[in-house]
């Protein structure tokens, strides 16, 4: 009996996409099971290939983003290219690209022509900015995105220049958006036999990943609180979510939401007496009230570096109060929640004679696991693929000595 593995084995996947957002999708559905086919230009492939930056191993950007997937190369700037994108499409569940608009129409793989091919494709299309509005005809990144949307300015620190983040998280919001909406339409697709096109931007799913602290600012018409401190709530039910140093300097962050959580905290920390005497016991005199805000944090930045990271956080989760060092990049991969979950993971490089830590997956699947891969090599899938299409071993040669693959 074959392995069970992967909830979306049978589901076809071409994509014809770059970058991050456009790939990240179509790489969690390998994950999952899914035959993707990575469509690459024959003349060096995809450009994130070499986008490393550990000489002679693999671009991280590359082999992150395109894990377990086939690569097959096209110059779908010729007749003989796109006719093999079409056969290949008239087998696909879904297809994705993520060109300026206006690139798919020119090359072949629009929506309207890839259509007629398929009538029950899904048809996955991610943009910068979304295409109804006036700059819809740009290219977009991941910090223009993160500035345009909001972040930059809400993890910003008040007096310091704002900055986009280290981390993509417009472009993984994106893919994740993508995953799911694509395999929505195929489940509408599957019912009732009918495709449909799917936009998305990185400019969208940033909007989304700032949640209700953007509909709070929409509904006061006033921007939210930023730096060292989230303040939310009344005067009668207070939250602060809030970082702070320990004597060693490093940092550690506990959330709380009304009053009986702050007292709790305050005397699981043994803070009761200073708060008290500063005149805190209320922690709604903060809400609405810059001056109070700032001298709070300023005491208890005081009292946090009087201790150490680990004791304080023990002590906050003692009392039940929510509370975890904040990381580096370097200590989230060694984290021991994060490890025993296996978000991160060990995957065999053959080529490199050598396991390497990659990401795991973040979903745990009782029946039908992932099982992550590797990134393929360009144009690795070629042989197998067209002959799958019927191709003959002297036209596949043909094809490679005329550059069309």
Not at 184 to 199: D, M, S, W
Not at 287 to 292: G, P, T, V, W
Not at 295 to 313: I, M, N, P, Y
Request: aromatic letters at 6%; proline letters at 6%.
């Amino acid at each position: 009996m074959s392995e069970k593995w992967g909830p979306l084995q049978g589901v076809k996947v071409v994509s014809c996409s770059t970058a991050q957002a456009g790939t990240v999708p179509y790489m969690l559905m390998a994950d999952l099971g899914a035959d993707v086919i990575k469509i690459e230009p024959p003349d060096g492939g995809d450009g994130s290939r070499r986008m490393t930056v550990l000489p002679g191993m693999p671009s991280t950007f590359f082999e992150t983003n395109n894990r377990g997937v086939k690569s097959v190369t096209l110059n779908l700037k010729s007749p003989e290219g796109r006719a093999i994108l079409h056969k290949l499409v008239a087998k696909a569940d879904i297809f994705g690209q993520n060109f300026r608009p206006s690139a798919a129409d020119r090359n072949g793989f629009g929506w309207e022509e890839l259509r007629k091919v398929n009538p029950k494709l899904v048809y996955v299309s991610i943009s910068g900015y979304g295409t109804r509005g006036p700059n819809g005809h740009l290219p977009g990144t991941d910090s223009m995105a993160q500035a345009l949307g909001g972040i930059a300015e809400a993890y910003s620190m008040p007096g310091q220049k704002m900055r986009t983040g280290i981390a993509s998280v417009a472009d993984e919001s994106t893919a994740m958006l993508a995953f799911g909406g694509a395999l929505a339409a195929l489940t509408h697709a599957r019912t009732t036999g009918v495709g449909q096109k799917i936009e998305l931007s990185l400019l969208g799913s940033l909007v989304r990943l700032m949640g209700w602290t953007f509909t709070t600012t929409m509904w006061r018409n006033q921007n939210p609180v930023t730096g060292q401190a989230r303040i939310t709530g009344t005067p009668e039910r207070p939250g602060i979510s809030a970082s702070f140093n320990d004597r060693d300097g490093k940092p550690l962050v506990f959330q709380l939401t009304g009053p009986e959580n702050w007292k709790d905290a305050v005397t699981g920390l043994g803070f009761q007496d200073r708060i008290k005497a500063a005149g805190f016991e209320n922690l709604g005199v903060i809400i609405d009230n810059d001056a109070k805000r700032e001298e709070l944090l300023s005491l208890l930045d005081d009292l946090f570096a009087t201790g150490t990271r680990d004791d304080w956080v023990a002590r906050l989760r003692k009392a039940d109060i929510v509370s975890a060092p904040i990381n580096t990049m370097l200590e989230a991969s060694n984290d021991p929640d994060v490890i025993a979950n296996g978000y991160v993971t060990h995957v065999d490089y053959p080529k490199y004679g050598k396991k390497l830590k990659v990401h795991g997956t973040p979903w745990q699947f009782s029946e039908t696991p992932a099982k992550p891969g590797i990134a393929p090599e360009l144009g690795q899938h070629n042989q197998a693929v067209l002959c799958e299409l019927g191709y003959s071993e002297a036209e596949i040669k043909d094809l490679k000595t005329r550059k069309i693959i």
